[in-house]
């Protein structure tokens, strides 16, 4: 079955940087949509980045576009997400998310992937 383990989390100051790491299996990594999203206490999970299945098409949110890369390495299996100028709101529980399908941002921002991780938690402070 697909399993999307997350890693790289921790604590750092504002400004730092920090690169996030999901390991995928269960499914054709080449054919699938990667995306993170957060959660931060008391708010709602948001998105924040996707890219496509070669990496053609990336979407980030406003809120991260120009501090964030999302990138994916086919070989490894693996999406990343490098994060920097880190700002205390970008602290939350980061999750991998992957879709079978491309459904395009505005999709992506309402209702999400298919399948998500546990989550790796990343904290920030000022």
């Known amino acids: 079955q697909v399993q999307l383990v997350e890693s790289g989390g921790g604590l750092v100051q504002a400004g730092d940087s920090l690169r996030l790491s999901c390991a995928a299996s269960?499914?054709?990594?080449?054919?699938?949509?990667m995306g993170w999203f957060r959660q931060a206490p008391g708010k709602e999970r948001e998105f924040v980045a996707a890219?496509?299945?070669?990496?053609?098409?990336?979407y980030y949110s406003d809120s991260v576009k120009g501090r964030f890369t999302i990138s994916r390495a086919i070989a490894g299996n693996t999406v990343f997400l490098e994060m920097n100028s880190l700002r205390p709101e970008d602290a939350a529980v980061y999750y991998c998310?992957?879709?079978?399908?491309?459904?395009?941002?505005?999709?992506?921002?309402?209702?999400?992937?298919?399948?998500w991780g546990k989550g790796t938690l990343v904290t920030v402070s000022s």
């Open positions: 998310a992957a879709d079978s399908n491309w459904r395009g941002s505005d999709y992506y921002l309402r209702y999400g992937m298919n399948y």
């Open positions: 890219i496509r299945w070669n990496g053609d098409i990336t």
């Open positions: 269960g499914f054709t990594f080449s054919y699938y949509v």
